[in-house]
């Protein structure tokens, strides 16, 4: 729904360029989810074990160690990502007319990236801890929210630069 809507928003407000440049973008965002639901949800199925078999301090041990893995693989990859962002954008088919404008975007999302796969992995343990309706309000103010942030970045925000 994020990239629908933020592609909706480009190619309406900036144009084609900037649009091929979010579009060049996507398999990272793709990439990052997955990594991020690979440590959740295999952490979430042993965590669930252990809460079904009544041994809830080792299922708050197995929450602590895969939320330090993936604070710790994100942060490294953000660090990582933002070193080598040019050979990444080159990797991903950045061509040389949209490759400042792929850096740039490139750029915002790994330096917020530890926030956007902390935020798939707490959903992940939250539906885990039967609180699948928490997990459904934060996903719909979160879609909200990039809607009315996309709006106001690309329209009145952009009119002032």
């Known amino acids: 729904m994020y990239i629908v809507v933020d592609g909706l928003f480009v190619a309406r407000m900036l144009g084609r360029e900037p649009l091929a440049a979010v579009t060049v973008g996507v398999p990272v965002v ?3 989810l997955a990594i991020s639901m690979l440590i959740s949800v295999g ?3 042993l965590i669930s074990n252990k809460k079904g078999n009544g041994k ?3 299922a708050r041990a197995i929450f602590n160690i895969s939320f330090r893995i993936i604070a710790v693989v994100a942060i490294f990859i953000a660090v990582s ?3 080598f962002i040019r050979s990444i954008a080159e990797m991903l088919g950045a061509t040389p ?3 400042d404008l792929v850096i740039e975007y490139l750029t915002y999302f790994f330096a917020f990236s530890p926030a956007f796969m902390l935020n798939y992995a707490i959903c992940t343990w ?3 801890d039967s609180q699948p309706k928490l997990v459904m309000v934060a996903q719909i103010v979160g879609a909200v929210s990039n809607i009315i942030l996309d709006w106001f970045f690309m329209g009145p925000l952009k009119s002032f630069t």
Do not use: P
């Open 30 to 32: 793709e990439i990052l």
């Open 43 to 45: 952490a979430g199925v």
């Open 56 to 58: 809830t301090d080792e």
């Open 81 to 83: 990502s933002l070193i």
């Open 97 to 99: 007319d949209i490759m």
């Open 126 to 128: 939250l539906r885990n």
